[in-house]
Nanobody, 125 residues
Framework: QVRLVESGGGLVQAGDSLRLSCAAS????????MAWFRQATGKEREFVAA????????YYPASIQGRFFISRDNVKSTVYLLMNSLKTDDTAVYYC??????????????????WGQGTQVTVSS
């Protein structure tokens, strides 16, 4: 079973940038999508970004687009999330996930079959 391990979280100030990493312990299937989700205390898990593992197509929700950028390194089996202009509302545990791509884009959350343990991002004002 491939494991996903996130790193790079921490405490930053509003306006700062932060880059998260997610390393896979083994190969990711070419038909998979790698994604980032986040969950703030008392809130539901929220989709943040996704990238097609083979073609590199990226997907963002409208609330995130333009501030966060997802990228991948297929050789290192690692996906990154660059977060710019961080806000206090971005405070959450950020999770990496992998799952098979569906027609038209990333799968719904319940279709991801690999999840990391999460990394805490705290943005102070």
């Amino acid at each position: 079973q491939v494991r996903l391990v996130e790193s790079g979280g921490g405490l930053v100030q509003a306006g700062d940038s932060l880059r998260l990493s997610c390393a896979a312990s083994g190969p990711i299937p070419s038909n998979y999508v790698m994604a980032w989700f986040r969950q703030a205390t008392g809130k539901e898990r929220e989709f943040v970004a996704a990238i097609s593992w083979s073609g590199g197509s990226t997907y963002y929700p409208a609330s995130i687009q333009g501030r966060f950028f997802i990228s991948r390194d297929n050789v290192k089996s690692t996906v990154y999330l660059l977060m710019n202009s961080l806000k206090t509302d971005d405070t959450a545990v950020y999770y990496c996930a992998a799952g098979p791509k569906v027609a038209g884009g990333p799968p719904p959350p319940q279709e991801y079959d690999l999840w990391g343990q999460g990394t805490q991002v705290t943005v102070s004002s």
